[in-house]
């Protein structure tokens, strides 16, 4: 008689302590704990090249937590439960929750399909600190402005629950019909990603390192260094949240702990701002594609293939945006105040479709999040929920002054203008040639001109969006 067994399916929840569905799956004397890679049902949102890198480190991290019993599987969930119930005696199924549209719309019907055959199904929230459906307004529809959604509906409502420990005592199997990890082929073919090595420790436990870091080092300073590329300011957990590695309820009562005061405040709202964008994509299924303002539908959008390329290598000539798209380029990373420059550089100086943005960042980020990255790049197209208005752009030399002051950012991912006095380095075109060639910078040689005049570029973009504001009359 085979053993009665439940399975804990593992998704974006790569941990093992404050994970609700696996402490719930802990009152079993024995679990499955399985991971499935699921490219089909996902279609144009499988994972990008960065996150299919950080999941295989991560994914390793994992099954060494699980002293190497974490089963493996690539292909049809549906079929792939079928395969485990006809040789294991599985009686319960847990999961977290996610809430991708397509991930919704499959475990709806894999939940289904899992009841029809006596399996019990338990599905819990680890990955948000409120579900989306309890912070609505009270007339029961969703926010669309973020800051009632966070002072009035977030920190009135019940507040997040407090993290729980890593199950003990459990039993865990291993299938031995499962693939390994490395054979779902993670890792891309080429070796760009090497770079990325030293600039990440990946798993659980960096997790906990990181958060221990930044409420160390970065927290005391947050407010407003949060805003300095240069300085280590910002938590980076933004990948570690999204596949898992650490709760948001560890981090949101880790930083709380550390009591009240400005730092803590504004950390804890840019949380909020998670849960805004995981909020819009809930009840806005068609985020990633869609403009949530319809009249965006009409803007008329360029197209240019050498200004998109130009952007995505960091050959734009304006060295504050193509910092930013060298840091992504190297790290897997950008620094948030430079996403909000190259962004609005893209959108509204060279007038690209935020499409473009939005699937750039998908494939070379390692906290590429489809909530994320579809509210914020529609945040600054001026298309989004609390958009900033279209007219609202980025001016990169002057965001380059305030917020890069001594340089160092820029000569960092820019060495060959590494040269250039503080006065001329966020504008090179405007250095005299004799301070040119002191700096050993040959324009459009060492480094190209910008590729648009920016107080044209900013003309025509307002004039596109006066054509949108016209056509409302």
Excluded at 132 to 137: F, G, L, R
Aim: net charge positive; hydrophobic share 35%.
């Amino acid at each position: 008689m085979k053993k009665k067994i439940a399975i804990h399916w593992f998704r974006q929840d790569l941990r093992l302590s404050d994970n609700p569905a696996l402490a719930q799956a802990g009152k079993h004397k024995s679990i499955l704990p399985i991971y499935i890679l699921d490219d089909k049902n996902a279609g144009e949102y499988a994972m990008g090249g960065a996150s299919r890198w950080w999941l295989h480190h991560s994914l390793n991290s994992l099954n060494k937590s699980l002293d190497g019993k974490l089963s493996v599987y690539r292909g049809s969930p549906q079929h792939i439960f079928d395969d485990i119930l006809a040789r294991f005696d599985v009686e319960d199924v847990y999961w977290n929750r996610c809430y991708e549209p397509w991930r919704i719309n499959r475990d709806r019907s894999i939940k289904e399909h899992l009841e029809t055959k006596g399996i019990a199904v338990h599905i819990s929230n680890g990955s948000l600190l409120w579900e989306p459906w309890d912070v609505q307004k009270g007339d029961g529809t969703p926010y669309r402005v973020f800051t009632p959604f966070y002072r009035k509906g977030c920190l009135k409502a019940e507040k997040p629950r407090a993290p729980l420990p890593k199950p003990g005592g459990v039993n865990y199997l291993f299938d031995q019909d499962g693939t390994g990890i490395d054979a779902l082929g993670l890792l891309p073919t080429t070796d760009w990603h090497s770079g990325l090595d030293p600039h990440w420790t990946i798993g659980e436990k960096s997790a906990h390192h990181r958060l221990k870091a930044f409420i160390s080092k970065g927290l005391p300073a947050y407010k407003d260094g949060r805003d300095i590329p240069a300085k280590p300011y910002v938590s980076r957990l933004s990948p570690h949240l999204h596949f898992g590695e650490i709760s948001p309820n560890r981090i949101w009562h880790a930083v709380r702990n550390m009591g009240d005061n400005e730092h803590v405040d504004r950390f804890c709202c840019e949380m909020g701002w998670r849960e805004f964008s995981y909020n819009l994509l809930y009840h806005n299924p068609e985020l990633p594609r869609k403009n949530l303002q319809p009249k965006f539908d009409a803007f008329p959008w360029t197209k240019n293939t050498e200004y998109l390329r130009a952007w995505q290598k960091g050959q734009t000539g304006v060295p504050m945006v193509d910092a930013g798209m060298r840091e992504l380029w190297q790290t897997g990373y950008m620094h948030n105040r430079t996403r909000m420059i190259v962004g609005s550089f893209l959108v509204k100086n060279l007038r690209l479709h935020w499409h473009h943005g939005e699937r750039w960042f998908w494939d070379t980020l390692v906290d590429a999040d489809l909530a994320d990255n579809s509210a914020n790049w529609q945040w600054i197209a001026g298309c989004g929920a609390d958009a900033a208005p279209y007219f609202r752009i980025f001016n990169p030399v002057t965001q380059g002054k305030n917020f890069d002051p001594d340089g160092s950012y820029v000569r960092k991912y820019i060495p060959e203008i590494a040269a250039l006095p503080d006065k001329y380095l966020f504008s090179p075109w405007e250095a005299p040639k004799p301070v040119l060639k002191e700096a050993g910078v040959e324009l459009e040689t060492t480094y190209p001109k910008p590729v648009v005049d920016l107080k044209q570029s900013r003309k025509a973009a307002l004039e596109a969006f006066r054509s949108l504001k016209q056509g409302e009359s």
